[in-house]
């Protein structure tokens, strides 16, 4: 099958080695490559190859190779020109032509040649070949080929580089965005592991998500208890994590051990997604003492809360009759520009009628100058319960 790819452009960050005077012209600029499937027929020699394969014998170097290489848009014919090279007296290819062949091999989705490719290209060892797994590691995941990224990365381990965690990092936190299966999450962790490269606290916690997406939760909390031996502390991701997933199953007390275990060590998380995932939560619970200490901390960790954050410390304040307090809440909400929804000023006005308060629920409608029919259906209902038609009269 011919596939069709459009011209090979990678990230602009790129490594050291891309520099060098013999290398790597072709890796500059930055998008994303696409991919278009042709027929299953058998490819023919194509005008495309034709010119390029002249090109190549005036001036066969491997800088012009993958420069030519990179310019072609079919495979069979990139393929045909870097064998027909490899049969080349006195030529070797370089770690910028196997760069250029094996990217687009993944862009194409064929693993199998990926394997070989790379695995040719370790046996030869051409100059700067230990970072060319790297670049297409990198390559390969900003394009979502994770697969292909899994393929090379068994590559890494044959060469002499030792990359840095956040290489691995990189692979593992793609592989659980999409949701792939914890096989794959455990081979880039066990190729961690190999390589000698100690885990940091991220790597740690993609592989306890990890885990609990494998519904795996002994084995994930197991690797939570054992942090602090892998040099690692916990952080407000894993928090998140743990207490999110552990919530989610039911786990109530479980979840509260951890949380016990934050407030203990101090950690403090200083990003909103922690307290407007784990604050809701909590507030479904009902448990006012914990809600409002993470609120306290949010502000002190100068996070500004968003509506659904306030309307779930609202709600919990008034299921526990404090509405005085959680109508401060609503004014601070007028106060930051954060505004308030339905289900605030419901809490509100349920909270008021269950403490019998429907003259101070009607002057906070008004005050609040609220148009919502909502607020004031449950208004009139507690009205109407309490027999004070004048009262609902008087509303409309």
């Known amino acids: 099958m011919v596939i069709k790819l459009s011209t090979l452009k990678l990230p602009k960050k790129i490594p050291n080695w891309v520099c060098s005077k013999s290398s790597l ?53 990139s393929l045909k020109l870097f064998k027909w090279a490899s049969l080349q007296k006195r030529f070797h290819h370089s770690a910028d032509t196997y760069f250029q062949i094996i990217l687009k091999l993944g862009m194409a ?21 230990e970072q060319v797994p790297l670049a297409l590691l990198d390559a390969f995941v900003r394009n979502n080929r994770l697969s292909e990224a899994l393929c090379v990365l068994s590559c890494i381990n044959l060469s002499s580089l030792k990359p840095s965690i956040s290489v691995f990092n990189q692979l593992l936190g793609a592989l659980i965005t999409e949701k792939k ?5 455990l081979f880039v962790y066990k190729e961690i592991v190999k390589a000698g490269i100690g885990p940091n606290i991220d790597t740690l916690n993609y592989l306890i998500e990890a885990l609990f997406a494998a519904n795996r939760v002994d084995a994930a909390l197991d690797q939570y208890k ?35 275990d934050m ?18 939560l909590f507030s479904k619970m009902n448990k006012l003492d914990v809600v409002t200490r993470l609120f306290s901390m949010m502000r002190e960790s100068k996070v ?19 509405v005085v307090d959680a109508i401060k809440l609503v004014d601070e909400m007028v106060y930051s520009d954060v505004r308030p929804d ?23 409608l008004n005050d609040k ?23 609902a009269r008087d509303l409309f």
């Open 226 to 260: 054992r942090l602090h031996k892998k040099g690692c502390n916990p952080n407000g991701r894993t928090f998140q994590i743990i207490i999110g997933e552990l919530v989610a199953r039911r786990k109530v007390d479980e979840a509260l051990v951890i949380l016990d």
């Open 369 to 391: 100058e609220v148009a919502r029919v909502l607020p004031y259906n449950a208004l009139l209902e507690a009205i109407l319960d309490d027999d004070a038609f004048s009262m």
């Open 342 to 364: 339905d289900d605030v000023f419901m809490s509100i006005i349920d909270g008021l009628c269950e403490l019998n308060m429907l003259s101070e629920a009607k002057k906070f």
């Open 109 to 129: 989705g064929k693993i199998d040649e990926i394997e070989g490719f790379c695995n040719e290209m370790v046996k030869e060892k051409c100059p700067n070949y």
């Open 304 to 322: 500004l809360p968003d509506t659904p954050t306030y309307g779930a410390m609202i709600k919990c304040l008034c299921e526990n009759l404090l």
């Open 25 to 77: 012209s072709s890796l500059s600029g930055a998008c994303r490559i696409q991919i278009t499937p042709e027929t299953n027929q058998p490819s023919t020699p194509s005008s495309d190859f034709d010119s390029k394969i002249q090109l190549v014998k005036t001036k066969l170097h491997p800088e012009t190779l993958a420069s030519v290489l990179d310019s072609t848009t079919d495979l069979d014919s």
């Open 181 to 185: 299966e914890f096989k794959d999450v």
């Open 263 to 280: 407030f203990r060590i101090r950690c403090e998380p200083d990003y909103s997604s922690f307290y407007t995932h784990i604050i809701p």
